[in-house]
């Protein structure tokens, strides 16, 4: 399969990104599954990590099998997926949060759900909720020619995924047919929080810059400033998820409690970042 650059205009994602780098700062990305602890609660949230200092925010669509995924998400998407929440949540999440806050705003969600939804109707609804794109791990490039078009079509970026086993030749076209940013997994195994920032990042990241201009976030588990502020040093972007829904699961019933220890997780990270 042949891929070529993205060269159209700057989208909402990539303005976000160059603000940072402007600001000589990585951006600091946060992520949430929609619906958890509930709909309403989810968004307020959501809203909450941009309060805080986030640039951006990723909405995840909660799987039943959600196999790259740590134990936290696990719980969080199993509470969301108990109370029921559906597609069209997760788009009333994007389109209230995007409402409410000056940041790009994505959906990160494994193939399945958008394949049987349908790509064309998927990519209509996100943009018209004011989605800036979308982040899919587990869809092969080879198979993405559908979306993408779908999405460009839109104006939403497609964010893909690339991990520290990942080869330069297909870091090279991962790299090619994405746009926005390359979401570096830059741990061998599941997401969730981690001790230490290993060797392991920043090789990977070194490696993707090699193959592309995009910049290049990587989700590696952080969950202190000390570590964002490693992950700052080297990527273009720091993204933390399992660590902010640990603060929601920590609260159980108190809501404004969970939404306090985000926003102010999330202050703690933004700091991080501007380290210098």
């Given at each position: 399969?042949?891929?070529?650059?993205?060269?159209a205009?700057?989208?909402?994602?990539?303005?976000?990104?160059?603000?940072?780098?402007?600001?000589?700062?990585?951006?600091?990305?946060g992520?949430?599954?929609?619906?958890?602890?509930?709909?309403?609660?989810?968004?307020?949230?959501?809203?909450?990590?941009?309060?805080?200092?986030?640039?951006?925010?990723?909405?995840?669509?909660?799987?039943?099998?959600?196999?790259?995924?740590?134990?936290?998400?696990?719980?969080a998407?199993?509470?969301?997926?108990?109370?029921?929440?559906?597609?069209?949540?997760?788009?009333?999440?994007?389109?209230?949060?995007?409402?409410?806050?000056?940041?790009?705003?994505?959906?990160?969600?494994?193939?399945?759900?958008?394949?049987?939804?349908?790509?064309?109707?998927?990519?209509?609804?996100?943009?018209?909720?004011?989605?800036?794109?979308?982040?899919?791990?587990?869809?092969?490039?080879?198979?993405?020619?559908?979306?993408?078009?779908?999405?460009?079509?839109?104006?939403?970026?497609?964010?893909?995924v690339?991990?520290?086993?990942?080869?330069?030749?297909?870091?090279?076209?991962?790299?090619?047919?994405?746009?926005?940013?390359?979401?570096?997994?830059?741990?061998?195994?599941?997401?969730?929080?981690?001790?230490?920032?290993?060797?392991?990042?920043?090789?990977?990241?070194?490696?993707?810059?090699?193959?592309?201009?995009?910049?290049?976030?990587?989700?590696?588990?952080?969950?202190?400033?000390?570590?964002?502020?490693?992950?700052?040093?080297?990527?273009?972007g720091?993204?933390v998820?399992?660590?902010?829904?640990?603060?929601?699961?920590?609260?159980?019933?108190?809501?404004?409690a969970?939404?306090?220890?985000?926003?102010?997780?999330?202050?703690?990270?933004?700091?991080?970042?501007?380290?210098?």
């Amino acid at each position: 399969m042949t891929t070529t650059p993205n060269t159209a205009a700057p989208t909402r994602l990539s303005a976000a990104l160059a603000a940072a780098r402007a600001e000589g700062r990585a951006a600091l990305v946060g992520y949430l599954p929609a619906g958890f602890p509930t709909v309403e609660g989810g968004i307020r949230a959501a809203r909450a990590l941009v309060e805080g200092g986030c640039d951006a925010v990723e909405i995840g669509l909660p799987h039943s099998d959600p196999v790259l995924d740590g134990p936290t998400i696990q719980t969080a998407d199993d509470i969301a997926l108990r109370g029921g929440v559906r597609i069209a949540d997760v788009l009333r999440t994007v389109r209230e949060v995007a409402a409410a806050v000056d940041a790009p705003v994505l959906v990160m969600t494994y193939w399945n759900p958008v394949d049987h939804y349908g790509a064309a109707r998927f990519a209509a609804d996100l943009a018209a909720a004011g989605g800036a794109g979308c982040i899919l791990p587990d869809l092969p490039v080879e198979e993405s020619g559908e979306w993408r078009a779908a999405a460009a079509e839109h104006g939403l970026d497609t964010v893909f995924v690339v991990a520290p086993s990942s080869r330069d030749d297909r870091l090279a076209q991962i790299t090619a047919a994405g746009s926005g940013f390359v979401y570096a997994a830059a741990v061998m195994g599941v997401t969730g929080t981690r001790n230490q920032v290993g060797h392991l990042a920043e090789d990977l990241v070194k490696r993707t810059k090699a193959a592309t201009d995009l910049p290049v976030c990587v989700g590696l588990g952080v969950s202190t400033a000390e570590q964002a502020a490693q992950v700052a040093a080297f990527a273009d972007g720091v993204i933390v998820g399992s660590a902010f829904v640990q603060r929601l699961l920590d609260a159980g019933q108190d809501e404004e409690a969970g939404l306090a220890a985000v926003r102010a997780l999330a202050a703690d990270l933004a700091a991080g970042v501007r380290r210098r």
